[in-house]
């Protein structure tokens, strides 16, 4: 490793804080964000072993960085901004949708759900963004209507597979405070919603996500399909 594990931390705030200004300075559709959301998709990979130095630098940029001060507002100004650039709220049907901005939402957001694997305290940071949740769920109601039929299948398939990703790295805490947020926002409506796509890894990671949720309060067992959840198994819940 050429630079010092400090220096590599140096750097890495420098292009989160540049990410949370560039926006106001330049826009998101700049060659300058787009270079700096690069850079901070980087920066998860940035150091490559030993094995425990990798895990100390992301738990440490996750928990000590990103979960404080205001940055757990400035991600989420970040991905409600690119949310709305990607997929339009003013507009309906093929036009709403915006490519280039969809990339950018999806390389934003796969590293942020990298970081919100790791840290607690930022996943529990997050859930306390209203906003960031409500942004997810306009998101899902902008691409329901319209999944699979505008020649973008794939990119908006990785979009809603980032986003059920997310919420499953979150919920995979077992914190309280995480699991009502995403009650309180009707998110494990897009759970039940995916549980019954055919894209397999979309499928179990949102059966995953609704075990996660009632297992707090029923003390279910995730593995076990046929526990029932407020008078209903997972299976029936699933089956409409």
């Keep these: 490793m050429g630079q010092s594990i400090e220096d590599v931390k140096t750097l890495t705030i420098r292009v989160i804080d ?24 980087r920066s998860f990979f940035t ?50 949708f915006n490519e280039q901005y969809i990339e950018l939402l999806s390389s934003f957001q796969l590293t942020l759900c990298n970081y919100l694997e790791l840290s607690e305290l930022l996943a529990e940071k997050i859930s306390k963004q209203d906003a960031y949740l409500k942004e997810i769920y306009r998101i899902h109601e902008a691409i329901l209507p ?38 309180k926002y009707n998110l494990i409506d897009i759970f039940i919603y995916y549980a019954k796509s055919t894209n397999t890894s979309l499928q179990i990671a949102s059966y995953l996500s609704l075990a996660y949720i009632y297992n707090e309060e029923e003390q279910l067992i995730p593995e076990n399909p046929s526990t029932r959840i407020y008078g209903y198994s997972c299976e029936e819940i699933l089956k409409g």
């Design 47 to 96: 150091i490559e072993n030993p094995q425990n130095v990798v895990e100390d630098y992301r738990l440490w940029i996750a928990s000590s960085v990103l979960s404080s001060g205001d940055y757990p507002h400035h991600l989420t100004q970040i991905f409600i901004d690119l949310g709305k650039c990607s997929f339009g709220s003013l507009s309906v049907g093929k036009e709403s």
């Design 18 to 41: 540049h990410m949370c200004k560039t926006p106001l300075d330049k826009g998101y559709g700049s060659n300058e964000f787009k270079s700096i959301i690069h850079l901070f998709d």
């Design 146 to 183: 319209h999944d699979g039929t505008y020649g973008m299948e794939k990119k908006i398939t990785l979009v809603v597979e980032i986003i059920i990703k997310t919420l499953y790295n979150m919920l995979q805490h077992e914190n309280p405070t995480i699991s009502s947020a995403l009650k």
